[in-house]
């Protein structure tokens, strides 16, 4: 598993997750402090836009995002891939990797790592458009509840 994010402005470096390693809450909040914070740095507004995993709902990982002065999207509804900027940036990538068909674990990591550094600020712009787009129009349907 790869994480990564991406704001307006940025985005993180990307993180491994060794294979056949879950993720809990304590290693995603060790994700966070590894690659989210020293990203974010001084940035006054922190808005974080995650599914409803349960590392991400954790006593844990809710704690130390208010520890760190990072808001989060509480209502985010379960789904809604449409509506996320980092799930049009994965599918960028995805078909990115794909096109070098990689045959090797080193290979594929590569590929994901030259994609995201092929990842530009206006490509996630353009990306957070849509999605705003989307929550826009979400919000005046019932399907949004």
Known sequence: M?????????KTDLYFVNTGQSIDAVKYVEILEST????????????????LATPHTATLTKDWLLAHNIAWIKDYPPNAGDLSVVDH???????RVRDKKPRTRA?????????????????????????????ENAETTEDFL
Request: proline share 2%; no cysteine.
């Open 2 to 10: 790869v994480w990564g994010a991406v704001w307006w402005t940025g």
């Open 107 to 135: 290979a594929l990591t590569q590929a994901i790592k030259d994609a995201w550094s092929e990842l530009t600020q206006e490509h996630i712009r353009t990306s957070s458009n849509t999605s705003t787009k989307r929550w």
């Open 36 to 51: 989210l914070l020293p990203a974010v740095g001084s940035m006054s507004r922190r808005l974080l836009q995650q599914d």
């Open 89 to 95: 940036v994965w599918s960028w990538m995805a078909k």
